[in-house]
């Protein structure tokens, strides 16, 4: 219950309904906030406890100063929470483990539920390993489900088990997709309140939702385990940059040249940390479509949101997609109640602004490494001449052709060339050399929600096919819709055959290319790749092209639109300039350009108005959490606590809650800490948290290949994040993590004081020694320690490792709060001091005294820290909340939450 300072609560009656809402008006300078504010706003009325949310914090907002830079902390409390797979597993290990520890003591396993809805879309473990046939989908679901046997049991179990968890299952859609097309509520109806839709996802690209009014962004695991068990999210208010739209988009342009001229342009600014609000006449002139895809490259550039206010465009997105009369009716009662709706004229106060006319777009694509590389399309083949000497050797021959003439036209002249010949399996000869085009695929949520775009590509298909073009022999080609939706209009709009003829064939409903789930190129073209070091290329509708991301063998990656995506596997090569070149010929020989193939935005709006409805969204979810017929036939344990596999690699029983007692013990002071690691600044979550592929000779390879593992079957880090045992040997081992301690070393390696000499050893082997022998451990840290990704990891695998400390000069937040919530203490060194200054090694043993103060039910500010080398320093407490406190004496958020849960 609020305590209702500001007496907010109110009535809302929409037809034959009432909801209690709490209004904003009732606070002093509402009226003036951006609408991302106002729902934070909205969120601290209705969560107001006098504790941790207290009436001065619901005073911060309303007396928001734009200008001033954020210092004022607030507990954001979402309505619900949203997961993949990848990062959803471990939520759900931790929940699965939590009710044994309940049940161990003596209290009922089902209390353990999650508080706030929480749904798991599993998109993140499809793989584009069969391509370009008509089976290619059920191949790869196939595959698909024996790799991933284990967590789909495990996932399917929680399905049962948990009330307020649901698990949309494989072959379905991308998360993203599935909230904005299904999930999202926009308003929130719960307990009989009306209150505005927001969420925390574990994926970067949960802002995707914001194009439907809807605050959320992504957060580590942590915080969503927290989020899902009724714990608020500790963040600053933000500063909020008003991106003001006007004008109209010019035919030929495209939701993806609109979005990357976006991200170019914020990147520049410098947004993050930030929110980000559309606002102006443009808006309105934007379609829902468009609205997501924006709202998705939001961590591109690099804001924490990118939100549109609610308008007629949402809810006719709402009425399109099956959402209920009531439903609609209270998204526009509530909107316009609460200062909500857009109001095209007014302008917010706003910390920053830029401005865009839509009329300036202009075609684009992006790469050939970072989305924020913005190169116009007409410019695209002069531009990768100059980039492509950045991946080729100094002495390689320049100025030859690339292609016979009756592939491709010639490449301009300076352009470093390798010519190369491929055979194919069916005996037939192609030539293929640096900006060969190799992977082309429609892929991710950013675009593949858009209807507008999809049609596009396909009518470019369609109209390559009559006149006689197909993509060349080299091109991987895949499409991998964001959900079912997108191929039921195809199929209505009769254009899925002439996307199959281009090599467009269905791979998978997921996150495919984007997320380096490519699968692998065909044996001759990788074989000839590798063997003469060939910069070729990838052309693919994501959000994400950093180096090495997409595909082992390909060194340049572009984003591009759908329907340029269709162009350039036809055209073959970055070195054509498909705004002026030939991209083929036809059956009479005559060259085809672009031009001639690209459809008219009356030809798309047609399909999308004719082929798209209101059924096919109703098709599509009416049994969305059913799954299919090998999702229900999986074999899952019953019961409410889960059977654990002792032989199982992918999902373990962690060990958080092990010899755990009501009652939490005194905090104490930390004596006789050895430093596991000395690090300089900027060290990020990238550089903690393990990821990517699993190596042989690593920690984690070795525990793989003892369990019977074969290194072909290791897979990665992110599908074994349910085993801490794997990921605790990943932690701190990425191959650019430079240990001070272990000068002349990268990647996971310190040295081990338990040993005569302090040998160089891997840290996780060192971690194991010194827990062995009782010593705590500490992390030295320069600036901005746990920058980057919130991932949880970072933070679980630094306590599991037996690091009981980080003193830093400064972190990112949420890293900090994540190593409170995992029982670790965050320290920062006195202003103007670090490890250097203060003559640390890293050799020495520290103590900690003064954290004893924590039981007294207060937070000390600083506590003593002492080395046997005779340094002394005051560090500074980074524990900066009352509801951070009590995680830390209980020894982590889900100690405190159990306790508080069973006690309830």
């Given at each position: 219950?609020?305590?209702?300072?500001?007496?907010?609560?109110?009535?809302?009656?929409?037809?034959?309904?009432?909801?209690?809402?709490?209004?904003?008006?009732?606070?002093?300078?509402?009226?003036?906030?951006?609408?991302?504010?106002?729902?934070?706003?909205?969120?601290?009325?209705?969560?107001?406890?006098?504790?941790?949310?207290?009436?001065?914090?619901?005073?911060?907002?309303?007396?928001w100063d734009s200008q001033a830079q954020p210092s004022q902390e607030i507990q954001f409390t979402p309505a619900r929470v949203i997961m993949q797979d990848f990062t959803g597993v471990p939520c759900v290990v931790d929940l699965a483990t939590m009710r044994e520890a309940v049940k161990e003591l003596g209290g009922d396993p089902a209390k353990i539920n999650p508080l706030a809805p929480a749904e798991l879309v599993i998109d993140h473990s499809v793989i584009a390993d069969k391509f370009g046939t008509k089976d290619a989908f059920g191949q790869n679901v196939e595959l698909e489900y024996g790799r991933n046997k284990e967590r789909y049991q495990f996932l399917r179990w929680g399905q049962t088990a948990f009330d307020?968890?649901?698990?949309?299952?494989?072959?379905?859609?991308?998360?993203?997709?599935?909230?904005?097309?299904?999930?999202?509520?926009?308003?929130?109806?719960?307990?009989?309140?009306?209150?505005?839709?927001?969420?925390?996802?574990?994926?970067?690209?949960?802002?995707?939702?914001?194009?439907?009014?809807?605050?959320?962004?992504?957060?580590?695991?942590?915080?969503?385990?927290?989020?899902?068990?009724?714990?608020?999210?500790?963040?600053?208010?933000?500063?909020?940059?008003?991106?003001?739209l006007t004008g109209e988009l010019k035919p030929g342009t495209t939701a993806t040249d609109l979005v990357l001229t976006i991200t170019e342009m914020l990147r520049k600014h410098g947004v993050v940390g930030k929110f980000v609000e559309f606002y102006g006449e443009g808006v309105a002139a934007t379609s829902l479509a468009n609205r997501a895809t924006i709202g998705n490259m939001s961590p591109e550039f690099g804001s924490t949101a990118a939100i549109f206010p609610i308008d007629d465009e949402t809810l006719n997105y709402l009425r399109l997609t099956g959402r209920d009369a009531q439903q609609v009716a209270l998204v526009e009662a509530y909107a316009k109640e609460q200062g909500l709706w857009l109001d095209p004229k007014a302008e917010p106060d706003f910390s920053e602004k830029l401005e865009l006319d839509l009329a300036t777009v202009v075609p684009s694509i992006a790469g050939p490494k970072r989305p924020q590389d913005r190169i116009v399309l007409a410019n695209a083949a002069q531009q990768f001449a100059q980039d492509v000497r950045n991946y080729v050797a100094d002495d390689e021959e320049a100025g030859k052709e690339s292609f016979p003439a009756s592939d491709a036209p010639a490449s301009s002249n300076g352009v470093p060339t390798k010519p190369t010949t491929v055979t194919a399996p069916d005996g037939s000869t192609y030539e293929i050399d640096h900006g060969a085009v190799?992977?082309?695929?429609?892929?991710?949520?950013?675009?593949?929600?858009?209807?507008?775009?999809?049609?596009?590509?396909?009518?470019?298909?369609?109209?390559?096919?009559?006149?006689?073009?197909?993509?060349?022999?080299?091109?991987?080609?895949?499409?991998?819709?964001?959900?079912?939706?997108?191929?039921?209009?195809?199929?209505?709009?009769?254009?899925t055959p002439y996307l199959d003829k281009v090599g467009f064939n269905l791979v998978g409903y997921g996150c495919t290319t984007c997320i380096g789930n490519s699968g692998p190129l065909p044996e001759e073209v990788s074989k000839a790749v590798n063997d003469n070091d060939l910069a070729v290329t990838s052309v693919l509708s994501g959000n994400r092209n950093f180096e090495g991301r997409i595909n082992p063998d390909v060194k340049m990656n572009y984003l591009a639109s759908p329907p340029l995506v269709v162009a350039y596997a036809i055209?073959?090569?970055?070195?054509?300039?498909?705004?002026?070149?030939?991209?083929?010929?036809?059956?009479?020989?005559?060259?085809?350009?672009?031009?001639?193939?690209?459809?008219?935005?009356?030809?798309?709006?047609?399909?999308?108005?004719?082929?798209?409805?209101?059924?096919?969204?109703?098709?599509?979810?009416?049994?969305?959490?059913?799954?299919?017929?090998?999702?229900?036939?999986?074999?899952?344990?019953?019961?409410?606590?889960?059977?654990?596999?002792?032989?199982?690699?992918?999902?373990?029983?962690p060990p958080y809650f092990e010899g755990m007692a009501m009652d939490p013990s005194p905090v104490e002071d930390i004596t006789g800490a050895r430093v596991l690691a000395k690090l300089g600044d900027s060290v990020t979550t990238d550089h903690i948290s393990p990821a990517g592929a699993i190596k042989a000779d690593t920690p984690a390879g070795k525990y793989l290949n003892e369990h019977g593992i074969e290194r072909r079957d290791f897979n990665s880090y992110g599908s074994r994040r349910g085993n801490h045992e794997v990921m605790i040997r990943g932690t701190f081992a990425n191959i650019r993590l430079r240990n001070q301690i272990a000068p002349g070393t990268e990647g996971g390696y310190t040295r081990d004081f338990t040993q005569d000499g302090g040998p160089v050893s891997f840290i996780y082997d060192a971690s194991q020694n010194?827990?062995?022998?009782?010593?705590?451990?500490?992390?030295?840290?320069?600036?901005?320690?746990?920058?980057?990704?919130?991932?949880?990891?970072?933070?679980?695998?630094?306590?599991?490792?037996?690091?009981?400390?980080?003193?830093?000069?400064?972190?990112?937040?949420?890293?900090?709060?994540?190593?409170?919530?995992?029982g670790?203490?965050?320290?920062?060194?006195?202003?103007?001091?670090?490890?250097?200054?203060?003559?640390?090694?890293?050799?020495?043993?520290?103590?900690?005294?003064?954290?004893?103060?924590?039981?007294?039910?207060?937070?000390?500010?600083?506590?003593?820290?002492?080395?046997?080398?005779?340094?002394?320093?005051?560090?500074?407490?980074?524990?900066?909340?009352?509801g951070e406190a009590d995680y830390y004496r209980n020894g982590g958020i889900l100690q405190y939450v159990l306790r508080s849960l069973i006690r309830s």
């Open positions: 219950m609020s305590a209702n300072s500001f007496d907010a609560r109110s009535t809302l009656r929409v037809g034959d309904e009432s909801y209690e809402i709490f209004k904003l008006d009732k606070v002093e300078g509402s009226a003036r906030l951006p609408y991302s504010l106002k729902v934070l706003l909205e969120n601290l009325l209705r969560t107001e406890d006098g504790a941790n949310i207290t009436a001065d914090h619901i005073r911060a907002i309303g007396g307020e968890f649901k698990v949309v299952p494989p072959g379905t859609g991308i998360v993203h997709q599935v909230n904005i097309e299904h999930l999202a509520r926009t308003v929130m109806v719960r307990g009989g309140q009306a209150y505005p839709d927001t969420l925390v996802g574990t994926d970067s690209h949960t802002t995707m939702v914001n194009g439907l009014g809807v605050l959320g962004w992504g957060v580590g695991g942590i915080e969503a385990e927290a989020a899902m068990l009724g714990q608020p999210v500790s963040m600053l208010i933000p500063r909020v940059v008003g991106f003001k190799t992977v082309a695929a429609i892929t991710s949520c950013t675009n593949t929600s858009n209807p507008y775009v999809m049609v596009a590509a396909a009518l470019v298909a369609k109209k390559a096919v009559e006149k006689g073009l197909t993509r060349k022999p080299w091109v991987k080609t895949t499409l991998a819709p964001g959900s079912k939706v997108v191929t039921d209009y195809f199929d209505k709009a009769g254009l055209a073959g090569s970055m070195k054509v300039d498909i705004t002026k070149d030939a991209l083929g010929t036809d059956q009479d020989g005559k060259p085809v350009f672009l031009a001639d193939i690209w459809p008219t935005e009356a030809e798309v709006n047609d399909v999308v108005a004719n082929a798209i409805g209101e059924d096919m969204f109703n098709k599509s979810y009416q049994d969305v959490f059913a799954g299919d017929a090998q999702w229900q036939a999986l074999p899952i344990p019953t019961g409410n606590t889960f059977e654990w596999d002792s032989e199982s690699t992918y999902v373990r029983k010194y827990q062995a022998a009782g010593v705590p451990l500490a992390i030295l840290a320069g600036k901005e320690y746990g920058s980057g990704s919130s991932r949880d990891w970072a933070a679980k695998g630094t306590a599991l490792l037996g690091v009981k400390a980080v003193i830093a000069e400064s972190y990112e937040r949420i890293h900090r709060s994540n190593l409170i919530g995992m670790v203490l965050p320290l920062q060194f006195p202003e103007g001091q670090n490890a250097e200054t203060l003559g640390l090694t890293g050799e020495e043993a520290f103590s900690f005294t003064g954290v004893t103060e924590l039981n007294n039910g207060t937070t000390p500010r600083t506590v003593k820290v002492t080395t046997d080398t005779g340094v002394e320093f005051d560090a500074v407490v980074r524990i900066d909340t009352p």
